[in-house]
């Protein structure tokens, strides 16, 4: 008997019995009460136009300047696809948040070649919950044209497509691998003073201590100071048409315990008398693959 369950977050508990007299193999959960504002590990089908709905019941909202189609939800993540160059498609939460720490998985589907670079954004005190916004702080993960290594930056936009560089880092050390999913995990906190901060690293390795961009900012418009909704965004100027693949994402309070978002795979065959019972078990929260 084979199983296979992705435990939600914070504290897991599971024990596990094999018995051949009937043959079963149990498993039992316990999972501590979520503070997150959003949570949603994409395990559903969702035909294209729509992404449903995260574990909290938040309908997202689709945008862009492309078809609605472009976004789905395949049973393993939330897609976004740009079939034209410097089109953009977006899914958003009708949340009201002002200070937030957030997370998830990212993957872009091609490596940028042409001129122009592909960008996954997470959009922080928008002023609308569609791609027309007016307002916003931008955690964005680049691609950039040429094939050239990820970059990481934290932008603000006050007017409409007057975006400006806040903080960026160009050596994170990550090559383009659209195989692989990479981490994103920031914070945004404050009014007068806001503190922007933004880690990426590669899925499958250590998070790191220290965080890729740490910055702050003044900011003289009254709706960069105040709550506003999130937005999941993808921009692509290269190499489409792009899709950006996003799975496990977490919108919580600051200070919240980091996630245990685990994968676990039991397996084990009948003998005559007590069976032997092979366990793997994955913890992303701490990448170790234990048996």
């Known amino acids: 008997m084979q199983g296979h369950r992705r435990f939600a977050p914070l504290v897991v508990a599971a024990s596990l019995a094999f018995l051949t007299l009937g043959g079963y193999l149990s498993v039992s959960s316990a999972a501590a009460a979520s503070t997150d504002y959003s949570s949603d590990s994409f395990g559903r089908t969702v035909a294209p136009g729509s992404w449903g709905t995260d574990a909290q019941g938040h309908s997202y909202v689709i945008s862009g300047t492309v078809a609605a189609s472009n976004a789905r939800v395949d049973g393993s993540a939330g897609l976004l696809t740009v079939p034209t160059f410097c089109d953009q498609m977006a899914s958003s939460l009708p949340l009201n948040l002002r200070d937030f720490g957030f997370q998830l998985r990212v993957k872009l589907s091609s490596v940028s070649t042409s001129a122009g670079e592909n960008r996954i954004r997470l959009l ?17 993960l680049s691609a950039p044209t040429g094939g050239k290594p990820l970059e990481a930056y934290i932008a603000r936009r006050v007017g409409a497509g007057n975006d400006s560089t806040v ?23 404050g009014t007068t003073t806001v503190t922007l ?18 910055a702050t900012d003044t900011p003289t418009a009254t ?18 048409p792009s899709t950006v693949s996003i799975d496990d994402t977490r919108i919580y309070p600051i200070g919240t315990p980091a996630a245990i978002l685990a994968t676990a795979a039991f ?8 069976g032997p019972l092979a366990v793997t ?11």
């Open 124 to 140: 922080a005190r928008t002023d609308a919950t569609t791609e027309k916004r007016t307002y916003d702080y931008e955690f964005a």
């Open 197 to 214: 901060r933004l880690k990426v690293w590669k899925d499958g390795t250590a998070e790191p201590t220290a965080w890729s961009i740490n």
């Open 267 to 274: 397996s084990a065959t009948a003998t005559s008398g007590l």
């Open 223 to 240: 709706q960069l100071r105040s709550a506003g909704s999130i937005i999941y965004s993808h921009y692509a100027c290269s190499a489409v």
């Open 281 to 291: 078990f994955t913890d992303r929260s701490l990448r170790l693959r234990l048996t």
């Open 167 to 189: 903080a960026g880092n160009t050596s994170l050390g990550l090559a383009q691998d659209p195989s692989s999913y990479f981490w994103l995990k920031g914070e945004i906190s």
